[in-house]
């Protein structure tokens, strides 16, 4: 396991080095974009230090107080379409950035969620707002809001199911 652990930690280390690299060579192709560049990254680097600590507390929270039978049974493989629809749901209340889901999406597969389910939330939190839809609403009208929702709702449930199958084929391979 920590072998395991070290081994991802180094591709983490290899990717931020070759991103780092590309940067440097980009920037100095292009002198005149440094000055956006940094202060771009700076501002998304102080909106994620200040929103992390408290999307990980939650996390802690939810991975002691929330009894990995109850995700299994809402979410698990044994769930179905009520699985589904909870996990749109969950994706479609609450706002804020999606890197925020990630680390939710991590502990609900560590306690027994589908992998379908799960990433039916990521694309609902990414695709479906209650806010957006009332948005949509108000400026392109009931029918078109309900032909984009409905049709999110069937092609995230489909992309669902698919990397699911993906998954457990990759799984499986003796690659």
């Given amino acids: 396991m920590k072998e395991q652990l070290r081994n991802v930690e180094m591709q983490d280390l290899v990717f931020l080095g070759f991103i780092l690299i590309v940067a ?5 192709i292009f002198p005149d974009r440094r000055e956006v560049v940094i202060t771009t990254s700076w501002e998304f680097f102080v909106e994620m230090i200040s929103i992390l600590p408290a999307v990980m507390v939650l996390i802690g929270i939810f991975a002691v107080f929330v009894p ?6 809402y979410l698990g493989r044994d769930a179905g379409i009520k699985g589904i629809f909870l996990a749109i749901i969950m ?22 969620a589908r992998i379908s389910n799960v990433i039916v939330f990521l694309s609902a939190w990414s695709c479906i707002k209650l806010p957006q839809e009332l948005v949509e609403l108000e400026f392109l009208g009931l029918k078109f809001m309900l032909a984009r929702l409905s049709l999110t709702v069937v092609f995230v449930t489909i992309m669902g ?15």
Avoid at 91 to 112: D, E, H, Q, R, V
Avoid at 161 to 175: F, G, Q, S, T, Y
Wanted: aromatic share 6%.
């Fill in 161 to 175: 199911l698919a990397i699911e199958r993906m998954v457990a084929k990759w799984n499986d391979c003796e690659c």
């Fill in 24 to 28: 440097t060579v980009l920037l100095s």
């Fill in 68 to 73: 990995k039978d109850l995700v299994v049974r």
């Fill in 91 to 112: 994706g479609a209340l609450p706002t804020g950035p999606l890197y925020i889901a990630f680390p939710i999406a991590s502990a609900l597969l560590k306690k027994g």
